[in-house]
């Protein structure tokens, strides 16, 4: 049985997005139960050349939204990031997956030879729809949510494999 491009995506993006925003409510809690601002968090990095929380979440709402409308050959939304906050990061995810939730099989589906064009700071790559779902939109999505996760379990929020993956 073969598997469609909307099946391929649009579960994946929402369900990688949803995974975030738990990982996120699991941070404030863990930082109201430790008596600390859990905004503090929101700054916090892996490294000092890597962004830090705020951007890895941003980046990884834009990837979701901006790969689901560019395999249904929309325009993709432009959102402004300006979160400073815990809680504005969560409104970005549940943002992010209201809009995911608008896509329709019919929309996505048959976009496997579809032009891809994606800008980014250093030049402009170009893919089919296929070959930029598996080689581009999820890697990227996934790169993202593990750096979240791990800016988190770094600040010794209490995370497991388990809130990466989500429930079975």
């Known amino acids: 049985m073969a598997i469609s491009m909307y099946e391929a995506s649009a579960p994946v993006f929402t369900r990688m997005i949803g995974n975030l925003r738990n990982m996120l409510v699991k941070a404030d809690a863990h930082a109201k139960a430790r008596g600390y601002e859990v905004d503090v968090l929101v700054e916090s990095r892996l490294a000092p050349d890597m962004f830090p929380l705020r951007r890895q979440v941003q980046i990884a709402s834009d990837a979701a939204k901006g790969s689901m409308a560019r395999l249904a050959g929309r325009d993709v939304p432009s959102w402004d990031d300006t979160e400073t906050t815990m809680a504005q990061l969560i409104e970005r995810l549940d943002k992010t997956l209201e809009y995911l939730a608008g896509f329709s099989p019919d929309q996505v589906d048959g ?3 579809r ?3 994606v800008k980014t700071r250093m030049r402009e790559l170009r893919f089919t729809g ?3 779902l598996q080689g581009f939109a999820v890697p990227n999505l996934y790169f993202h949510v593990v750096t979240s ?6 600040n010794g929020v209490e995370l497991g494999k388990m809130d990466f993956l989500g429930g079975t």
């Open 111 to 113: 976009s496997e030879e």
């Open 115 to 117: 032009q891809v064009v």
């Open 130 to 132: 296929l070959q930029y």
């Open 149 to 154: 996760y791990n800016i988190l379990r770094h």
